[in-house]
């Protein structure tokens, strides 16, 4: 019998710290950027009934496999999105030299610099 | 379990700790409440969460809980509830429990 089985408190995921001391929740209002809100209408169509792709259950359980160093380096809107990379990677509905590719025409398109940019996250399989 | 709860009727949420996604908060297992309302039937968010989809159906209860029970160091009344939304498979009847 496992650990879990026996109800030995034992994995608790790195998202599930209710409870746990984190200080003063901040309680203003933050302006999203219009990435962010493009993302949300991303993971929206993906999920729909045409789609199927990507439900709010799939996007929880790729957030909870990304890791947990991951997971606190980015922001609420940035694990969306790794998630999103996440799970049409692995669907193989796009690869990563595609979305590298699209990111960099972009980049030129916009003229941000590179060095600006962050580092593409690097998502393990589970 | 497999049975309908019923309104009133307290419960103990299942010490499991399984990977995965999982919707019963850490902090609330194994403890007992009282079910407040049957919410009607969801596709099972931890299928759904690692097949993309399910058809299975599952029971979501709203379960109250005492403060005072839930946090080892609450302060304030003893009163003070709490309701969470749980699935049928993490709770089980105190009087089934002690069988």
Known sequence: MSDAAKGVPG????????????????????????????????????????????????????????GEDLYLELTYYERWMAAIIKVLVERGLMNETEIRDRMSAIQARLDIPPARTRPWPRIESP | M????????????????????????????????????????????????????????????????LQRDTWADYAGSDHDTIDIEIYAHWLTPIEEAAQ
Not at chain 2, 14 to 42: L, N, Q, S
Request: glycine residues 10%.
């Open chain 1, 11 to 66: 994995h608790r995921g790195y998202h599930d710290i209710g409870g746990l001391a984190e200080g003063p929740v901040a309680q203003t209002e933050h302006v999203l950027e219009p990435w962010e809100k493009r993302v949300d209408a991303l993971r929206v169509l993906l999920g729909d009934n045409k789609r199927q792709i990507l439900r709010a259950d799939g996007l929880r359980h790729a957030i909870e496999t990304m």
């Open chain 2, 2 to 65: 497999s049975r309908a709860l019923q309104v009133g009727e307290a419960v103990t949420v299942d010490a499991r700790y399984p990977d995965g996604h999982i919707r019963t908060p850490y902090y609330i297992r194994g403890k007992t409440g009282v079910v407040c309302a049957a919410m009607g039937e969801f596709p099972d968010p931890e299928v759904a969460a690692a097949n993309g989809r399910t058809d299975a159906m599952r029971a979501l209860y709203r379960v109250r809980f």
